[in-house]
């Protein structure tokens, strides 16, 4: 009951715009779970400050914030799978593109498969845009998932001229990677 009120108090200050706001009473709530032995709890509040620090670009706080605390080992696949992206998120964001791409495949893997199409999608472009950093190719399949085809296509188009080494029609895409870029490794 802990956890699902944190994560709608924490949606409607995220709605609301004033984010930044709720850190320290979601790090007090965090350390009180923790001593509770709350794992769900635990679980959505640590998910709900990765994303606040993501949110405004504090990738090195992130990571320190990771590195200092465990994820319950009782928790749900939803709440993993968020975990998994948000880690995959800020690894891409360090350079270290092996382990963001095996958090991203992980979050991929438990994240629901008939539902949370935009989680889906959005773990990946990021996955594909780590792929491509990677200097692998993106497997084909991945574009003709049903319900993401329409969503992935200029990252189909994309990874295309990449593949080809096409530079006339990887210039025309320039802005989708630079947006791409800049949601992976943001000016600082």
């Not at 706001?21 to 635990?42: E, V």
């Not at 085809?149 to 990874?159: G, K, N, V």
Request: some cysteine; proline content about 3%; overall charge positive.
């Amino acid at each position: 009951l802990n956890s699902r009120a944190f994560f709608y108090f924490a949606r409607c200050v995220e709605l609301s715009g004033r984010i930044s706001s709720i850190r320290s009473a979601l790090l007090a709530a965090y350390r009180t779970a923790t001593l509770h032995h709350d794992a769900p709890t635990q679980a959505v509040l640590l998910n709900l400050l990765l994303r606040n620090y993501i949110s405004y670009n504090l990738f090195d706080q992130a990571d320190k914030l990771l590195s200092r605390t465990q994820f319950p080992e009782t928790r749900s696949n939803n709440q993993l799978a968020r975990y998994l992206y948000y880690t995959g998120r800020i690894k891409a964001v360090q350079l270290d593109y092996s382990d963001a791409l095996w958090n991203l495949t992980q979050a991929l893997r438990k994240a629901p498969q008939n539902s949370a199409v935009g989680f889906r999608i959005s773990a990946h472009k990021f996955m594909i845009i780590v792929q491509l950093l990677t200097g692998e190719v993106p497997a084909r399949d991945i574009f003709r998932q049903v319900g993401m085809q329409r969503a992935l296509r200029p990252y189909l188009s994309l990874t295309q001229a990449v593949r080809v080494g096409d530079m006339v029609k990887l210039n025309r895409y320039s802005s989708l990677l630079q947006m791409s870029l800049k949601a992976i490794v943001p000016c600082r």
